[in-house]
């Protein structure tokens, strides 16, 4: 069996950042080398097939694709020692992320919520009728939120709605 540093990664994702970015800091924190395989957009549906539940990221280690980014982020923290190394401190690590999901994140919806109706001039945009850097913002760490939870923006139908 191929210890962590013996083994080949190749990590699947689009041309930025996104849900691949955790990955890509653990490589680096780690040390460890690994194919960065990042598509355009345009090239995506040629390579969509290949990729189990056809979608991104995938990490391939050793020729077997493991799907999903925060499966990615948590094998690899337990591969190069950057996941919690006594079980209390794991289980600390679980209701803390449990902890500011259900009572933390949503006071800052709840804001970003009432501002985003203050200062939209019946718009769709966080800043009146055009695109700003802060709407791109919320769509990326939009993104991973709902990534945790489909459902987290149920109760913020400004921001469920402008997200899109």
């Known amino acids: ?4 540093s013996m083994s080949t990664y190749k990590l699947y994702y689009f041309n930025g950042g996104g849900r691949a970015e955790v990955s890509r800091l653990i490589f680096a924190a780690a040390g460890q080398k690994y ?3 990042r598509y355009e957009r345009n090239e995506w549906s ?3 097939s290949e990729m189990p539940l056809g979608q991104m990221p995938v990490l391939e280690v050793d020729g077997t694709k493991l799907p999903q980014s925060l499966s990615i982020a948590r094998f690899l923290a337990k591969q190069f020692q950057l996941a919690a190394r006594w079980e209390p401190d794991e289980t600390k690590r679980e209701e803390l992320t449990k902890k500011f999901l259900a009572e933390e994140l949503p ?3 709840q804001n ?3 501002l985003g109706k203050l200062y939209d001039n019946g ?4 800043v009146g009728n055009y695109l ?9 760490i939009g993104a991973n939120m709902l990534q945790l939870d ?3 923006l149920d109760n913020f139908p400004w921001l469920k709605q402008n997200r899109a």
């Not at 700003?132 to 990326?140: G, P, R, S, V």
């Open 1 to 4: 069996m191929p210890t962590a």
């Open 123 to 126: 718009g769709s945009f966080f």
């Open 35 to 37: 194919e960065d395989i």
């Open 132 to 140: 700003t850097w802060a709407d791109l913002y919320f769509y990326e």
């Open 150 to 152: 489909a459902n987290r």
């Open 46 to 48: 040629s390579h969509k």
């Open 112 to 114: 970003l919520e009432i």
């Open 107 to 109: 006071k800052h919806l």
